[in-house]
T-cell receptor, first 113, second 112 residues
């Protein structure tokens, strides 16, 4: 099976802009979670989607949003970018066959200038 | 108190030695625990998961879980330079959620 794919892999934006990141889960996986990784805070949970519904949300401002489509692909959007949003954004997919076991994509590295 | 804490390291061991990585967690209701390996510039890669008290072995890796003491550990036997990476401990969110709560990771260096 192909792994989790994320696009784009690298992105440079300026403050105030918005960005949309995309994630395609492993075939057959219906749950997609998003994480932000920074050197200072480590890996932090953003949100989780299952069957097009957001099931869980981390402690991030409303500028961070996401959605999931009927084919389980997911997007996350960050509006009004701030310098502190520079991070590696990771998508993970999971199957309920092995509860909570998540497989990560390669990530999107976002740099906000 | 942070939910998942790891000894920050860095940890340095000689090739062929046993590397011991430790993790404690605060939520007694946690049921599932995961170890991920992350090479510099790469995304986390799942090594092992453990749900039950005791040891779970997979090749050179052994995960240990002690729910009474709220700690999880990962032992790497016969450490190789290719094991040099940051190791992330995570607990499952529980309640049907797929959310993982991660520690900040321990950087391991295996010296040839």
């Amino acid at each position: 099976k192909a792994g989790v794919t994320q696009t784009p892999r690298y992105l440079i934006k300026t403050r105030g802009q918005q960005v949309t990141l995309s994630c395609s889960p492993i075939s057959g996986h219906r749950s997609v979670s998003w994480y932000q990784q920074t050197p200072g805070q480590g890996l932090q949970f953003l949100f989780e989607y299952f069957s097009e519904t957001q099931r869980n949300k981390g402690n991030f401002p409303g500028r961070f949003s996401g959605r999931q489509f009927s084919n389980s692909r997911s997007e996350m959007n960050v509006s009004t970018l701030e310098l502190g949003d520079s991070a590696l954004y990771l998508c993970a997919s999971s199957s309920f066959d092995i509860m909570e076991t998540q497989y990560f994509g390669p990530g999107t590295r976002l740099l906000v200038l | 108190q942070k939910e998942v804490e790891q000894n920050s390291g860095p940890l340095s061991v000689p090739e062929g030695a046993i590397a011991s990585l430790n993790c404690t967690y605060s939520d007694r209701g946690s049921q599932s625990f995961f170890w991920y390996r992350q090479y510099s510039g790469k995304s986390p890669e799942l090594i092992m998961f453990i749900y039950s008290n005791g040891d779970k072995e997979d090749g050179r890796f052994t995960a240990q879980l002690n729910k009474a003491s709220q700690y999880v550990s990962l032992l790497i036997r016969d450490s190789q330079p290719s094991d040099s990476a940051t190791y992330l401990c995570a607990r499952g969110g529980g309640g049907g959620s797929e959310k993982l709560v991660f520690g900040k990771g321990t950087k391991l260096t295996v010296n040839p």
